[in-house]
Nanobody, 123 residues
Framework: QVQLVESGGGLVQAGGSLRLSCAAS????????MGWFRQVPGKEREFVASITWSGASTYYADSVKGRFTIARDNARNTVSLQMNSLRPEDTAVYYC????????????????WGQGTQVTVSS
């Protein structure tokens, strides 16, 4: 069983930056995939980025490629999402997720989820 807790959300102006962090506890194996998703009320949850727990492989949604960076610190059991050049369209609740699945963009393939952290980008 794995527990995930997100932190670092907040209010930022367009063009600014935020760093989200996901603290993980429980049994996590190096083959697990960790991901960040986001969701706006009334819309489906959207894939943002993923990384293998080992850190060897990363994958990004086209909408954030070149602006966001996902990373992990296995020693501290954390996964981060550095968000630069933020846009109002990035406003959402951001969720950390994980699991053994390699279907990186598919919400239903992840077994563990955090409670989410709000990111608001103003114009």
């Amino acid at each position: 069983q794995v527990q995930l807790v997100e932190s670092g959300g907040g209010l930022v102006q367009a063009g600014g930056s935020l760093r989200l962090s996901c603290a993980a506890s429980g049994r996590i194996f190096s083959t697990y995939v960790m991901g960040w998703f986001r969701q706006v009320p009334g819309k489906e949850r959207e894939f943002v980025a993923s990384i293998t727990w080992s850190g060897a492989s990363t994958y990004y949604a086209d909408s954030v490629k070149g602006r966001f960076t996902i990373a992990r610190d296995n020693a501290r059991n954390t996964v981060s999402l550095q968000m630069n050049s933020l846009r109002p369209e990035d406003t959402a609740v951001y969720y950390c997720a994980g699991g053994p699945s390699v279907r990186r963009t598919v919400v239903a393939s992840y077994d563990y989820w955090g409670q989410g952290t709000q990111v608001t980008v103003s114009s």
